[in-house]
């Protein structure tokens, strides 16, 4: 009996020894299966996180991007009532110059064909800058409705140095004219001296 006592305590032993390594690797097991999820919930966590910076970012890219072409708008805006602005002084500058030119004419007998024949051709630059003006919010709004900020500010920057040199040119020609008229002013003079003096 004692012997079945031992074998019985041998096999309640080796029971109780196999149960704790078997409980033991359940225990390791469920401890590694709990690990390996809470890594792939920190991942799937940080690629969501990842995700939603990305869309941020574009977001913030676009903002950015229409806050800088409504500053290009503005911009144009501008300029191109500076520059309707010098094409109304040369307006009226031509103005004052074609009843200077008929005041000499009349009151003075002299003759500024030559004068009126450049300011003919002064009015036609003043018109020529006019119409380019007309033309550029048209070619503003094409630009900005297309391409970066960048790129559109610099084809901008380029339609309104074509409008300054216009300006310039108009501007340059309205000179000729006043010089035109001082020197038929002093021709006539000369001519009319010349006659006088026997």
């Known amino acids: 009996m004692k012997s079945k006592i031992v074998i019985i305590m041998g096999m309640l032993a080796i029971s109780l020894i196999g149960g704790n390594v078997l409980a033991d690797n359940a225990t390791s097991t469920k401890v590694r ?25 574009d977001e913030l890219k676009v903002e950015v991007s229409s806050k800088r072409m409504e500053l290009v708008k503005k911009f144009a805006a501008k300029m191109i009532k500076v520059h309707q602005a010098a094409v ?4 009226k500058l031509a103005d004052r110059i074609d009843s200077r ?22 009015r036609a ?8 003006i007309n033309t550029l919010p048209g070619l503003v709004s094409t630009s900005t409705a ?20 216009n300006l310039k040119a108009a501007h340059a020609s309205l000179v000729d004219v006043i010089s035109s008229i001082k020197l038929g002013m002093h021709l006539d003079k000369a001519t009319s001296t010349a006659s006088t003096t026997p």
């Open 33 to 57: 299966e709990e690990a390996k999820e809470r890594k792939e919930e920190r991942q799937e966590n940080v690629q969501e996180k990842r995700k939603d910076l990305e869309a941020r970012r």
């Open 88 to 91: 109304n002084r040369l307006i």
């Open 101 to 122: 030119i008929k005041k000499f004419e009349t009151n003075k007998n002299v003759n500024l064909s030559d004068a009126k024949a450049k300011l003919v051709t002064a």
């Open 125 to 132: 630059k003043i018109t020529t800058a006019q119409n380019y």
């Open 146 to 165: 297309t391409g970066t900020p960048t790129v559109v500010l610099q084809t901008v920057k380029g339609y309104f140095i074509i409008s300054r040199d």
